[in-house]
């Protein structure tokens, strides 16, 4: 079976990092595909796994039409109206979030929260928006990108989440008959999230009480919801301490005789200035006397939020906990109390905090799930402090009380939670309680491992699908397929008439862009006319999710047409100064600045200061990158004078700038293609590079330019001459990609042919 694993961000799939290493050793093939696109961050990902069933896969980001700004708002109002309802009555801070956001969205100064509403009232709201929902189309890139990735079942992590984009993954995969399956990420996620867009066939939870929630909340059948437990912390119930009580607290500079207080930071989101609490949290601790007068106090901070000048930290080292890593720094007037933060990747140090913590404080966070794992009390207080509202505004700040089946004692003020601290030192209480709730909330099927657990559940319910759907015939497929899954309805166009000053890049697109001096030449009845080869090749060569080269942009109709209609991410160089301007405008019209990144470099064979001369008008697109040094000089220039400019080869600025590795390039140079390529034989080596699209002006060095790349793995697949668009020459590269030696030989190869084609 294949399992195509669509995360939101790296942080999801370290929590199902157990889950993926479980499949894959169940025999089972994982593609992993991340909607927050980072190239390192995959490659690091790919030799971690280092697992032949195993690959990463670029997630496209869907199309850049009218649709998907429709679709944006409409979700987020949707979340906005989901903290209408009476399940929140008390969660203020929740209500204010999506106010907040939904007031981005519409470039408002401020949007009210939210107006309560009676159940019955917020489930109309809530059946409106369904229909809206239905209406929004399926994005056809997800349709495609789906389709070549050819999964048996479609995961999605955390599947909630503000203005999801995973809704348009799962509308497409259901569309597709594919089974779609929602994993939830963290134990907040079904009450702080906003709402669930589109329903999954599945979601598995962590426990009964998030089964209720789905129900509750967001009105998902409670058969279709399975209790797995959570697989986050399995490494964590691995742990014991390794390092004796003395030796942990002595590069701490604390007594390890004194009782020791462990305080657990929450997110900016649940306290927005919790120093500030802290510090009189501290004082009344001092003026209680008896141990707590004398404990010491350790702080760890939340591992997103900065505290305080930690730039002043020292590192603390174990020699038990090699791995492990800890930065002290003290900025409270309190000598027995400090920060201390530590590796995340390695919480074998923070074992060690919660192992010899005496008792545990903290407001909101689930660091505190963790302190009940190491067996802990947790102890918290309510905070009257605007400093600190997102604890008792939110619903899950309730989850883990004792009054409601938790096992965190609740203080209504610092009086009685000093009571409660004092009680804890002067005898432990009972671990039981502590126990039965991290089985019941954690690990429901008993004390086990959760990922491998829950990787034969997803392979189960994967070949129990599978049979359901072989018995199935095609015409079948497709009625269940739309039984699920309403299209949107007829006639969903909402791009408004194109303005005279635009020119659409294709009748039907929702792209446009300037009508410059530049565009003159390929205006046909407010149309961008686009060569026709190129277009052919956007559409076949470049996958949704694909990082393309644009060199040669000019004012990027190329590289907005692939981000737009092609779901790319696109690096495009220009270095006349008038088209990249425009090119930087049309990119901006369009709302493409976070999928395509502009750089004004020439580039070349090799760098320096060159002249850069241009064909007709100066800093328009029609311009070569001469070889001759840059000098200064008083002599008349020509009518169009040359532009100095600082040239630079394509490796090094692949290198230097930590550029996305490309997947394709179009190389739209025509006077000096071969100095860029003798510049680039490294980027050209590179193993996921699938597709060249160069344009040239002549014949003849179209079949140069596919000579010269035959060493690298490619081979011509058309020559198409398109008059004024010059001779295009597609490659595709058939063998395997080169090794060192042959990459250097590749660059000595373009190196020959730039000399011999100079001028």
């Known amino acids: ?96 979030r999506t106010a907040a956001r939904l007031a981005r969205e519409l470039s408002a100064e401020h949007v009210p929260t939210v107006t309560p509403l009676s159940n019955a009232a917020a489930a109309r709201v809530g059946a409106a928006f369904a229909q809206f929902e239905r209406a929004v189309p399926r994005d056809p890139l997800y349709d495609e990108f789906l389709s070549a990735q050819a999964p048996d079942v479609v995961l999605v992590t955390p599947g909630l989440h503000f203005g999801s984009g995973q809704a348009d993954v799962v509308k ?31 979601m598995f939870v962590w426990n009964e009480r998030q089964r209720r929630e789905a129900a509750e909340l967001h009105g998902f059948p409670a058969d279709r919801v399975v209790v797995a437990g959570a697989p986050r912390f399995d490494g964590f119930f691995e742990l014991e301490s390794r390092v004796p009580r003395t030796d942990f607290f002595r590069p701490l500079g604390l007594d390890p005789a004194r009782p020791t207080l462990l305080y657990l930071c929450s997110s900016r989101f649940i306290a927005e200035d919790e120093p500030t609490f802290i510090r009189s949290w501290l004082a009344a601790l001092r003026r209680a006397g008896g141990p707590l007068a004398a404990s010491n106090v350790i702080i760890r901070p939340h591992p997103d939020v900065p505290f305080g000048a930690e730039a002043e930290r020292e590192a603390v080292h174990w020699a038990a906990l090699p791995q492990a890593t800890g930065w002290t720094h003290r900025p409270f007037d309190d000598p027995l109390a400090l920060v201390l ?57 309730n989850y883990l009380l004792r009054e409601h089946g938790g096992f965190v004692s609740y203080a209504a003020d610092l009086s009685e939670h000093l009571h409660q601290l004092q009680a804890a030192l002067s005898e432990s209480p009972s671990a039981g309680a502590i126990e039965r709730f ?44 739309a039984d699920r899954v309403l299209e949107p309805v007829a006639g969903g166009e909402l791009a408004p008439a194109v303005p005279a000053r635009l020119l659409r890049l294709a009748p039907d697109s929702p792209a446009s862009i300037l009508a410059t001096p530049e565009t003159k030449r390929w205006r046909r009845d407010g149309v961008y006319q686009l060569a026709a080869s190129v277009r052919a090749w956007l559409e076949s060569a470049l996958r949704p999710g694909d990082t393309v080269y644009d060199i040669g942009a000019g004012v990027g109709a190329y590289a907005v047409f692939a981000a737009v209609h092609r779901g790319c991410t696109v690096v495009a160089f220009e270095p006349g100064f008038a088209s990249f301007k425009n090119l930087c405008d049309n990119l901006a019209h369009n709302q493409c600045q976070g999928r395509v990144v502009a750089l004004p470099i020439a580039l070349g064979a090799q760098p320096g200061l060159v002249e850069l001369e241009y064909a007709r008008v100066a800093g328009e697109d029609q311009h070569t990158l ?56 490294r980027t050209l080596a590179l193993p996921g590079l699938r597709s060249i699209l160069c344009c040239v002006r002549s014949a003849d060095q179209a079949e140069a ?55």
């Not at 597709?176 to 329903?199: C, E, I, R, Y």
């Not at 034969?456 to 397929?481: H, P």
């Not at 000098?631 to 009518?639: A, L, N, V, W, Y």
């Open 626 to 681: 001469t070889q001759r040094r840059w000098r200064s000089h008083r002599e008349p220039g020509s009518d169009v004078p040359p532009q100095p400019v600082c040239a630079d080869t394509l490796d090094d600025v692949v290198a230097r700038h930590g550029l996305p590795p490309p997947a394709a390039i179009r190389l739209s140079v025509r006077r000096h293609a071969p100095h860029v390529l003798a510049g680039a034989g």
């Open 438 to 481: 991290v089985r019941d909330f954690l690990r429901p099927h008993g004390d086990q491992p959760v990922a491998p657990l829950l990787a034969r559940m997803l392979v189960e319910r994967a070949q129990a699908a599978a049979r359901g759907v072989a018995a199935l015939g095609t015409a079948d497929r497709v009625t269940a397929a």
């Open 341 to 397: 933060r530590t590796t995340y990747r390695t919480p074998e140090a923070f074992f060690e905090c919660l192992h010899q913590a005496s008792a545990v404080v903290a407001l909101n966070t689930s660091a505190e799930l963790e302190a009940g794992i190491a067996g802990r009390p947790v102890f918290t207080v309510l905070a009257h402090d605007q400093a600190a509202d997102g604890q008792a505004q939110t619903l899950h700040f």
């Open 705 to 759: 330019v596919a000579k010269a790349l035959r060493p690298l793995g490619f081979s011509a697949e058309a020559f198409v001459d398109e008059g004024d668009h010059g001779i295009s020459v597609g490659l595709t590269r058939t063998g395997p990609a080169p090794g060192r030696r042959l990459r250097d030989r590749g660059s000595r190869l373009w190196d020959g042919w730039a000399r011999t084609r100079q001028g």
């Open 1 to 96: 079976m294949t399992f195509l694993l669509v995360c939101k961000q790296k942080k999801n799939i370290d929590t199902f990092e157990g889950v993926v290493a479980a499949l894959l050793s169940l025999g089972q093939r994982v593609i992993l595909t991340v909607q927050e696109p980072d190239a390192a961050r995959d490659q690091r990902l790919a030799a971690q796994f280092d697992h032949p069933g195993f690959s990463v896969v670029p997630c496209p980001d869907g199309s850049h039409d009218d649709w998907r700004q429709a679709a944006a708002l409409l979700r987020t109002a949707r979340d906005w109206t989901q903290y209408a309802g009476p399940a929140y009555r008390d969660a203020a801070k929740l209500a204010a």
């Open 172 to 202: 497409s995969a259901q569309a597709l008959g594919l089974p779609t399956w929602m994993l939830l990420f963290s134990w907040d996620n079904l009450s702080t999230k906003g709402a669930l867009h589109v329903q999954p066939d599945l």
